[in-house]
């Protein structure tokens, strides 16, 4: 007995050194490497789709059967995730392991609620050089620098047209912002507009960051937003609704242009890989392509993701850290994209076939995130692009507007 | 036409005909109005699901899957259970306590009632979304999270109801109650011999809302009972929809299924909203 | 027993049976709903996250909030949706709850009809609605018949997407109105109104003279109750607008800020101070209904 307590003290007390002595960032717990974690972890986020609900639990079918220790309790959150989870964190009772969009992730990084991983990252020398980097660096703490989250998947924007609409007018998918304008002068959509072109900053600042515009300076300590070429590129975007080429989902009957898509009210859309399993579920008879964003002056792209992160008031952080490790590692991944629902976040696990033309983004990529305390600013961005594009206000106005929130926002969180 | 519950005018018959075939055409009208989204979700309900995205007033390939699927993807049956027990349970202890405390600010004098009423009217103005945070500490800190005894809890009483009873006493007339009085009943047996039953319609109200309310409530019980085996039905309905597409043929099938039982209630209770009951028993 | 002592006595007993009546109630208001309403103006003096106090800011907040020309949109909004939302449906509930009181044949028919809109859930309402207020959906299909514009989309411009979501409560809530309505008119003796026909009054003034200063203690609670719930509206705002209370800020509400101040931007303190505001406000108006509308009882 003693000296089963005393071995055991032992490995406690040569764990305990080695956790001190490394990174200091894992809170002073023991890091158990993932072999030896055990016991039980929450898994929460929310579901996309019901076949990425199906995916999710085979993933963690597979985990607990590599670490029969561990067991994990998948408690998805329908509804509104951020207000569940705030409601767990200010309980001090929050899953071990979950979901972080990039738009709250700063929020919740700067309140302290999430666990640094570089410890653990460190500890089981876990390779992160094969993730995308920008996306590593979205979740990494603005103000310390330290690796709060791993991105699961991501996904940039891509061009869908309908095949027949296009074939109809005796058009190619255009490769340039003229080239739209021309295939769009040409097609027609009975009951819809060629394009579809969402109020939306997640799409626009594609588009603004191609013609050479730019929303921050590098260390994101000013706006730069008011410049020419942010003007023109939105200028184009609006002028595409303005000339007729182009409507809102509201106008073509739809909740978002991947419905307008489906339903047949526009022929080019510009959505993430998101959509394919929407279009295959609600829309199975319509075919279409998927073809690069068309390009402005350089080439650029938006990056949207999610990424796993840990709660710094976990009770269990070494199984949590292996359920997070395997998740994001190369076996994880694997059947999590298998699918392709989603699009791997490493470039040591290939995408499903014909889902290249997402992943060849990468690249060009920039990350969809705001600093934290943004969030007046995004209500702002999205009614006042709203208004420009239904003719209310001018591009000018627009962009002041957006840029004086936004300067606002900054000089407030600092 | 009673429709002001005064006496019937004596006019013409085919006047009064021609009136009363108008109202009733009226009533139609306006009882149609209200029940088209109701029956756009029945038609979605038994629609494929790329039917049910878009427009048509009739299903293409008419099918009972949606009903398979909202009775098997999930665990309704479960569900259903506990949003009864749920429903059952906060309904019953509503009506008792809304009775006893409505009676008491309509009835009883007691120093500092005006002030315990205006915290009453108080807790009708605080929005849930404000209440949140110090409420969830709360029943986590008595351990009651994932708990039935934690939902019920924090849904013993609400203010709606017990405001909703006083009012309802304060209208009914003194002369019962000084009778009572007379005879030297107590207050107890004076409230319940004498006023519960002239509450009869107060209480089917308070019963059919309650019930309605709890049954179909989202918020608090998506953030206390987070175990799946506690979820009541608006969440168990909540997993047809995700971020990029609705699985709309089940959710409206769900829907639909979850109607009935309150629908049920309400129609078994409308004996109690009748005319004269309330002369009725003050005579007795 | 001297009579004073007796009568002493009994006004002792009855406060005692009244505060027994009433304790469990108000204790749960108490935990549930004044204390939380003293913590948020707690916080609301302070910079305060998820983890607690940052820092202590005096009224800064409230400065704040004073130049937040979002905070002042959605109040503009949320005071223009209340006025509508209850002279709509007010008189709506009330009417239904005169018809379906009378003699009317296939009348629990007709009372399940109406109240079937408060019987559905909120969420599959608006989904609903949504569907069918979109720019191809049944109402704008049926204005087609008539030769009127049809391609409008009503939640998706800043004129009409208010009173849209007025529209919507107004009809979900006017069956719960002529609920409360009918319960409150079964209290009315019957000899009142035969009284009435005696003096050979018509109906219309028996119904003003005598049927609406007897719903008087209605009056007050079904005005109270939808006022107060008018002005705390959130849920179709959030959903139709996405959370972002367009287009054109037309559709943002107060409790919808509140709402983004505690859980986008997690400043709770700062939420606090508009949960401080609103029920500031709200006391106040409630106060001055129970003005007009008094503690009347039914004489």
Not at chain 1, 217 to 230: I, Y
Not at chain 2, 265 to 272: K, N, P
Request: with cysteine; aromatic share 12%.
């Amino acid at each position: 007995m003693k000296t089963r307590a005393l071995a055991a003290a032992g490995v406690a007390v040569a764990l305990l050194a080695a956790a001190c002595g490394g990174g200091g960032d894992s809170g002073g717990q023991a890091v158990a490497p993932p072999a030896e974690a055990s016991g039980n972890i929450v898994l929460s986020g929310w579901g996309s789709s019901p076949a990425e609900t199906a995916l999710l639990k085979q993933v963690v079918a597979d985990f607990e059967q590599k670490y029969p220790k561990v067991k994990v309790n998948y408690q998805p959150v329908s509804g509104d995730y951020p207000t569940a989870m705030l409601a767990k964190f200010s309980a001090r009772k929050p899953p071990d392991v979950f979901y972080l969009d990039p738009n709250f992730a700063q929020d919740w990084i700067k309140q302290q609620l999430l666990e640094p991983l570089d410890g653990y990252i460190a500890k089981t020398s876990f390779d992160t050089s094969k993730f995308v980097p920008q996306l590593v660096d979205e979740f990494k703490g603005q103000k310390d620098g330290k690796t709060y989250g791993l991105p699961k998947d991501w996904s940039p924007l891509a061009m869908f047209t309908n095949t027949a609409l296009l074939g109809q007018a005796g058009v190619s998918p255009p490769k340039t912002w003229d080239e739209l304008t021309a295939a769009a002068r040409k097609i027609q959509v009975p009951g819809g507009k060629p394009i579809c072109l969402s109020p939306d900053w997640a799409r626009a600042l594609a588009f603004v960051y191609q013609n050479g515009g730019s929303y921050f300076n590098d260390d994101k300590t000013q706006v730069t937003l008011d410049s020419a070429a942010t003007k023109e590129a939105l200028s184009w975007y609006v002028g595409l609704v303005r000339d007729g080429l182009a409507a809102t989902p509201d106008k073509l009957g739809s909740g978002w242009c991947g419905e307008a898509l489906g339903k047949g009210k526009a022929a080019i859309v510009f959505e993430g890989n998101w959509l394919v399993p929407a279009m295959h579920d609600q829309y199975p008879n319509v075919k279409y392509e998927i073809q690069p964003l068309v390009a402005g002056k350089q080439p650029a792209n938006l990056a949207f993701t999610n990424a796993y992160g840990m709660a710094a008031d976990s009770k269990n952080k070494s199984a949590a850290w292996a359920l997070i490790q395997y998740l994001n590692g190369p076996d994880g991944m694997k059947v999590w994209t298998s699918k392709g629902l989603a699009l791997p976040s490493r470039t040591d696990v290939a995408p499903q076939p014909g889902l290249e033309v997402f992943a060849d983004q990468a690249d060009d990529s920039r990350p969809w995130q705001f600093p934290a305390g943004f969030s007046s600013v995004l209500t702002v961005m999205g009614n006042e692009i709203t208004s420009a594009m239904q003719g209310k206000q001018s591009v000018d106005d627009l962009v002041a507007k957006v840029s004086t929130a936004a300067t606002q926002a900054l000089a407030k969180s600092r | 036409m009673t429709i002001l519950s005064g006496p019937v005018r004596v006019g013409t018959p085919a006047r009064q005909r021609v009136g009363r075939v108008g109202l009733y055409l009226a009533l139609a009208a306006v009882a149609a109005l209200f029940f088209v989204p109701f029956l756009w979700s029945l038609i979605t309900s038994v629609k494929t699901l790329p039917d049910s995205v878009r427009f048509s007033l009739w299903p293409q390939h008419p099918t009972l899957a949606g009903y398979r699927d909202a009775l098997t993807t999930f665990n309704f049956g479960r569900y259903a259970l506990n949003s009864a027990i749920v429903a059952t349970v906060i309904t019953a202890c509503n009506v008792v306590l809304a009775g006893l405390g409505g009676y008491a600010f309509a009835r009883l004098r007691f120093p500092g009632r005006d002030a315990l009423f205006l915290l009453v009217l108080a807790s009708l103005m605080i929005p849930d979304q404000l209440r949140l945070v110090p409420v969830y500490q709360m029943v986590s800190s008595l351990g009651l999270v994932s708990t039935f005894q934690g939902y019920i809890l924090i849904k013993l009483i609400e203010a709606t109801n017990l405001f909703f009873m006083r009012q309802y006493f304060l209208s009914l007339p003194r002369d019962l109650e000084e009778a009572a009085k007379l005879d030297n009943a107590g207050y107890f047996k004076t409230f319940w011999r004498v006023m519960l039953p002239l509450a009869g319609p107060a209480i089917a109200s308070v019963v059919i809302l309650e019930f309605q309310g709890i049954w179909n409530e989202f918020f608090w019980p998506l953030l206390i009972l987070q175990d799946q085996s506690k979820w009541t039905l608006p969440i168990g309905i909540a997993q047809f929809s995700f971020a990029y597409q609705t699985n709309w043929p089940p959710l409206m099938a769900a829907s639909v299924i979850a109607i009935l039982p309150v629908l049920l209630l309400f129609v078994l209770l409308q004996r109690y909203f009748v005319a004269g009951a309330t002369t009725a028993a003050v005579k007795a | 027993m001297p009579r004073a002592r007796a009568g002493w006595s009994q006004r002792r007993k009855e406060a005692l049976v009244g505060y027994a009546f009433v304790l469990v109630p108000m204790s749960v208001f108490a935990a549930f709903y004044l204390f939380p309403m003293l913590y948020a103006a707690y916080i609301s003096v302070f910079d305060w996250g998820v983890r607690g106090k940052i820092e202590y800011l005096g009224l800064a907040n409230y400065r704040e909030l004073l130049d937040d020309g979002l905070f002042w949109r959605a109040v503009r909004n949320t005071l223009q949706y209340t006025a509508e939302v209850v002279v709509l449906q007010t008189p709506l509930g009330l009417a239904l709850a005169l018809i379906v009181n009378g003699k009317i044949r296939a009348r629990t028919f007709f009372r399940a009809a109406f109240y079937f809109p408060s019987i559905a859930s909120s969420a599959a309402i608006t989904a609903i609605f949504i569907f069918i207020l979109s720019s191809d959906g049944l109402v704008n299909r049926v204005l087609g018949w008539f030769g009127l514009p049809a391609d409008t989309s009503w939640f998706g411009d800043d004129r009409f997407a208010l009173h849209a979501i007025v529209g919507l409560n107004a009809w979900t809530t006017s069956g719960t109105i002529m609920l409360f309505y009918l319960a409150a008119l079964q209290s009315i003796p019957t000899d009142v109104y035969e009284a009435a026909a005696i003096d050979r009054a018509s109906r219309w003034r028996t119904f003003w003279k005598v049927t609406m200063p007897l719903l008087k203690p209605a009056h007050f609670f079904v005005l109270a109750v939808t006022i107060i719930g008018a002005l705390k509206v959130f849920d179709q705002a959030y959903i139709v607008s996405r959370g972002e209370g367009g287009p054109n800020y037309s559709t943002l509400t107060i409790v919808l800020e509140l709402f983004r101040a505690a859980i986008n931007d997690l400043r709770f303190g700062y939420a606090a101070a508009m949960g401080v505001v609103l029920f500031a406000f709200l006391f106040t108006v409630t106060l001055l209904q129970r003005r007009l509308f008094g503690n009347s009882e039914a004489s």
